[in-house]
């Protein structure tokens, strides 16, 4: 277990991972690292138990920084780090069902959650005592019908070994998710299906300790809701960069590194 103080130093390594293995291919879900790292860094560095939880990251192209996090708790080798989304590498750039370290991974976005429900199910059938489930889920999945079945499925059931962290990024492919749908408010619809909700500032990753801390200790599903953005932690990325999709040529890259490895050190 990492102590509090080194929780934020570890979300910058994630960080750190993240733009070294986008960087050979010059663009990639470099976003997706920098919005969710402290999500990543106080489950994987305080609360998650890879003998007894289950870990589902619903949306794909997060798996890069479910890479990085189980890199850094030594259930991944760092070294295949470096083949990220290479050709032939186990690495994929968008996660599949033959992804590494982690229990499931999403295909079409908003499947996730009913998976990681099916995990939760499954381990209150079994009587196992102790595991939990936890989700990452982006905002733009909500958008998806089958996000709320599931939601209210756990709900009825009474599953209060499930925990989602929702990287709330404001950010999907066609733009921000403010101007796609309207999905406010996030932690009120999680309530009203049943849920405990808590909303944090998802890059106080105090904030995002304490909320999972209550989130585990509530005797319902819950969600940790985390208000994140896809440019956080890099100073040198340009105005206007676009979240969703990194470009990184050589040059960005080697000033990205340079500035995460200065405060790193």
Sequence with gaps: MIPN????????????HGVRMVAPHGFGYLGQVLSSAELFAALYGRHYDPR?????VSPGHY????FAAAAEIGILDRDVLATYGHDDSVLEAIGTEKSPA?????????????GAVGLALSQRLRKQSGGRVFAILSDGELEEGQVWEAAMFAAHNKLNNIIVLLDAN???VDGPVSEITTIEPIADK???FGWAAFEVDGHDVDAVDAALNAAIEIDQPAAVIGRTSTVHGLSVLPDGADGHFIKLPQELAEA???ELEARLA
Excluded at 63 to 66: T, V
Excluded at 102 to 114: A, E, I
């Design 5 to 16: 103080t080194d929780l934020g130093r570890l979300a910058d390594r994630l960080r750190l």
């Design 52 to 56: 007894a939880d289950k870990i589902v």
């Design 63 to 66: 798996i890069i920084a479910a």
């Design 102 to 114: 982690v229990d499931l991974t999403g295909g079409s976005l908003g499947q996730g959650l009913s």
């Design 170 to 172: 404001d950010s999907q």
């Design 190 to 192: 999680w309530r009203s």
């Design 256 to 258: 990205a590194i340079a």
